[in-house]
Every structure is written in C-alpha cells, then in structure tokens.
C-alpha cells in the first residue's frame, strides 16, 4: 500500500515514475523508498534532471546532506539520545529516521508536502520507527531539544531560519552544501564530508561537499 500511495504522489512530477526501496550510499543503514531510476532507459537525462529539482518530489530522492547528517547522528548519537528532535525540511525522513534509531525519545518531522510527509510515514515503518508528523512550522509540538535541517538554506530568502532554528530550540544541527561560508556566529562547523545525492543526479561537485554545523549546545 505505501508504495502505491507514494507512487500517486511522484508521478504528478513524473508520469512514468515509481519508488523502489533503496539504501543511499551516504547511510547505508537506512532503507528508504526512493525514485526507481529503473523506470528509464538509462540515466536521467539533463532535462528530467532539472525536472525533479525544480518540482516538489525532492522526497523522492535522499540528498547529499540529508545523508550526511543522518549518518552524523548515527555515529554521535548522544547528540540526540533522550531528546525531542525536530526535523525541518524532512523530505524523505532519512534524518528523522536517523534520529529515531538512534534514540531521540520524540522524532518529528515537519514538511508541508503532503507527498514528504507521506514518505517519511512510510520510511519510518520500513526502518521500524516511530516519527511523529508536523505539516506547519507555526504549529509544530513545543518541548523540542533540538533542531535539525538538511539543505534548507538554497534560497537566500530562507537565511532568517538560522535564527528561528535558535529561537526554537537550545541547539540546532544543521548540513548544507549549497553555502560554502555559513556567515552567522552561532553555528560553529564541525565536519565538511562528501556525499552525492541518491538516486545519482549528476550534480555539480561543489554540491557534493555537505558542511555540518552545530548551534547552541555544544
């Protein structure tokens, strides 16, 4: 049924597209339904490239940063251990899922595409976790530890988040490969680690240099 449900979301981006189970390279750990690349004859051309990126079935796929941070979590799960974690951004859940295995008393993600949220329901059963669901930041449950986002910063406008991410919560976990200096005092870097994005979409390399950064709580 999971499969079907998500393969009704997609292919309003992509007509011929399905999901597939899938483990990303960058967290192996994580199995994840993922855009089949199986459906087409070869790689993803440049225009269904720019296709995907530019429609809202980012959930499809699991991004460089979304695996990186999930596998930073994996391996300093005390960062997370015993605490409510909020993960903005969750498109496939990778990073929420990450949280939940390893040991966030409370994993929510908030995304407000239904086709995210969709995913990261699935995703969560598929690792056998629990992730609670929150479509609107506004609204989302209070008590959060910690923050975590994914590649959230590609627009310039979405800048203003760094701060709301410290307002919101006592530390902030954060990955980004999009900007190379980060600007803000708050956020202290902790790890530059390459990763591509999965299925492969053949993005420029400077895209494949995911940052992490740690606000708050150190």
Known sequence: MCPDRLNRHLQKTLSRGRVAVSAPAGCPEIR???????????????EEAQ??????AYWS????????????????PEQVAGKTVLDFGAGSGVVAVASALAGAARSIACDIDPGALAAVSANARLNGVEVELCDDWDKRPGGVDLITAADVLYDPDNRPLLRAFERAAPAVLLADSRVKHLGHPGYVRKAVIE???WPDLNEFEEFNQVRIYLAGDH
């Open 32 to 46: 994840l339904y993922l855009f089949d690349p199986g459906v087409l004859e070869g790689p993803l051309s440049h």
């Open 61 to 76: 796929f699991c991004w460089a940063s979304g695996q990186v941070l999930a596998r930073w979590i994996l391996q300093h």
């Open 51 to 56: 296709a995907v990126v530019a429609e809202p």
């Open 195 to 197: 990763a591509r994005t």
